[in-house]
């Protein structure tokens, strides 16, 4: 169960008003995080509200309070989502101790190892919703799509920076490369998810690299 500390409380001089606007930040980050884990594991529409008000420690009745709707609450589940994977993608993809393609060896072993620790439950959020949604509601699918979009992108931004490095042929398109892997990558974590087994993972990563490397 979540519970808010109130490190404001520390200081005595700060506003009543701002205390609470403090903690109504952390409550509502707190939903949203519940929110990832629920609809990672059981997808959107099988997420109740009332669950993640419990497991929050958030009483019934006061979700719109933080959210006008389910489908706002939603929305900044992918956004949440989205942004922590765009970091951790561009830590890894970053990481200058390795060369462009170990960095993406690194992070397919990174994401096996996630998959393993939870239990081959979880998956990718937005691969989930997408499979869920996609054919349900409009809005849900481009934005689910322009999350899959920007991690191509930065997929694409370090296949070039492989070619430089001469690890891969230059003749190769960076961009249509990125795209095949996550194309990919993504119906090999459903595999992984139905067969509670990283092997899907494992030979998809390994037919990659065999493909780009030559």
């Known amino acids: 169960m979540h519970k808010t500390t109130d490190a404001t409380m520390t200081n005595p001089s700060q506003p009543a008003s701002s205390v609470r606007a403090e903690r109504k930040i952390a409550t509502r980050e707190a939903l949203i995080r519940c ?7 059981r997808g959107f529409h099988m997420t109740g509200i009332e669950e993640v008000l419990k497991r929050v420690g958030v009483p019934k009745g006061s979700f719109y309070h933080f959210f006008s709707t389910k489908r706002e609450f939603g929305e900044a589940v992918i956004d949440n989502y989205s942004d922590y994977f765009f970091r951790k993608l561009d ?76 690890e891969i042929s230059k003749e190769s398109d960076a961009a249509e490369l990125a795209e095949f892997f996550w194309i990919g990558w993504e119906g090999a974590i ?10 899907p993972m494992e030979l998809f990563a390994n037919m990659f690299f065999k493909k780009i490397l030559g």
């Open 35 to 41: 929110g990832v884990a629920l609809c990672t594991e």
């Open 91 to 166: 830590r890894v993809l970053s990481d200058e101790s390795q060369s462009p393609i170990e960095r993406l060896r690194s992070f397919t072993l990174e994401a096996r190892e996630g998959m393993h620790k939870y239990q081959y439950r979880r998956g990718c959020l937005v691969g989930n919703l997408g499979q869920e949604l996609s054919g349900l509601d409009d809005e849900f699918r481009t934005r689910l799509e322009s999350v899959l979009l920007s991690w191509q992108m930065r997929t694409a931004q370090c296949l070039v920076e492989a070619q430089d490095a001469g």
């Open 190 to 199: 459903l595999r992984a998810k139905l067969s509670r087994s990283s092997a």
